[in-house]
């Protein structure tokens, strides 16, 4: 067992006007993960700390943290890996409710936004066909579990909080690419807008920090040139 | 019967004009970015050398004169260097947003069809000047 040293932003919104450091020392071995940790000071120290969790196996997309400022899952992240004080911050760019806990509303407004479902006229019952090559379309971009470490690793999100983001243009590149959708011209509006794809300025952190490497920042781009061909197409017609 | 208050008071902060500097990333980002501006001088000389071409023999020999300081022969070399960084990027970048073929492929199929060009062009004005 090695003690390591946490720095952990608190922020209690019934007596603190901003958020501030708070030093715990924790045990941890090489499978100590940094949601084990939080998990640890809320059991042992300090039981008001207030954390996201749920899966522990980087599936459901709760536990995202700033670690030293970088956006990370908790529970994909290990104590092992740093050797000096460990800062840990609730998500950048997002308003925080309390201690780690962050208001991702916004976030969920812009994934609904961008009608993340497959849109079609089929009323069968037969099941959809779909050959291997068709599904290898979208298939990295189905990945997401939603976790917004993308949106803490944009600084356009930071700048503007109406920008859509990676991971709903992520998500509606998705259903575009999708071959038993029908969708696309109802989400055209939404990505051709100045909060749509062209909000991006491709710095690329997004698929840096992306913890199931689905590349946001290369859907987001795929999606301008899907928005540019959408304005060509749209001057020919009457 | 009280009406309960919300004790919600969530707390955004600013990102900061210096949010770029926190960051090896963004600060690599704001370089890329930033290969425009020694960029912008060397098209400047482009023009102004156009523009000595059809003004005649004198102005034209004061545009080599100009050319040929120290200073702006070290600018220039700034802008190059800027355009091959900008270019490394923009080529790693390219074949994620439109997958065409094997990333290494595509990137080096830019590298070449560069190195062609640029041979071509340098070819042609050598055999010009
Ligand atoms: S706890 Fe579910 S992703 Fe980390």
Known sequence: MTDYQLLIQRYDPEHDNEPRLQRFTVPGDHTTSVLDALLYVQQKRDVTLGLRWSCRMAICGSCGV????????GCKTFLRDYHSDITIEPLAHFAVEKDLIVDMTQ???HLSAIK???INDYSGTALHKQTPTQLAKYQQFSNCINCGLCYSACPQFGLNPEFLGPA????????NLDSRDNGKAARMPQLNGKNGAWGC????FCSDVCPKQLDPAAAVNQAKVESAKDFIISMFKP | MNTPVSARKPYQSKLSRSWWLKHNYYRLYMLREATVLP???????LLYGLYCLTQGAAHWQSFQTFMQQG???ALNLLAFAASLFHAKTFFALFPRVMPLAPAWLMISGQWLATLL???GVLLLCGGWL
């Open chain 1, 116 to 118: 993340p479902y497959l």
């Open chain 2, 117 to 119: 060009v640029a041979a």
């Open chain 1, 168 to 175: 709903a243009i992520t998500l509606a590149q998705r259903y």
């Open chain 2, 71 to 73: 200073w702006v022969i």
């Open chain 1, 107 to 109: 976030f969920l407004a």
């Open chain 1, 66 to 73: 700033m670690v030293n400022g970088i956006p990370k899952l």
């Open chain 1, 201 to 204: 300025t491709f710095v690329g």
């Open chain 2, 39 to 45: 960029l912008l001088f060397f098209i400047g000389c």
